[in-house]
């Protein structure tokens, strides 16, 4: 990362892409935060968003372990609501040209959650 995360007014940060993208490999490289049926699920949940941290801020980017578990949460929220317009129209019977297509700009960086998300 050649470019610190931004603070705004709210203590907040504002994440760019890359280090989203950053962050999401990060995530899907510990399966003990997203997929429930690995066995370690419950072992190594909490030193997870330690260990993620630590290497985000290794890369350059200078976060905290609440600010990963923050974005984290709303990436996840976000995917959800995208999977979850994408089965209201497949359910309601929609022809193939009322399909919806994600909006969310890193749909399929986060198509790896489905393995162990329950909706």
Excluded at 11 to 31: A, C, D, F, K
Excluded at 47 to 63: H, L, Y
Excluded at 66 to 87: A, C, F, G, W, Y
Excluded at 97 to 118: K, Q, R, S
């Amino acid at each position: 990362m050649s470019v610190p995360l931004s603070a705004t007014d709210q203590g907040n940060i504002h994440w760019s892409r890359e280090e989203t993208m950053v962050l999401i490999e990060l995530y899907r490289q510990h399966p003990c935060l997203w997929n429930v049926k690995v066995d370690m699920y419950r072992d190594k949940r909490a030193a997870a968003p330690k260990q993620i941290t630590e290497d985000m801020n290794r890369s350059g980017t200078t976060v905290t372990t609440s600010d990963v578990k923050r974005k984290i949460e709303s990436l996840r929220n976000q995917h959800r609501r995208e999977l979850r317009k994408m089965q209201k129209l497949k359910k309601s019977g929609a022809g193939t040209e009322d399909i919806y297509i994600p909006t969310l700009w890193c749909f399929d960086a986060l198509h790896f959650l489905i393995d162990g998300d329950t909706i």
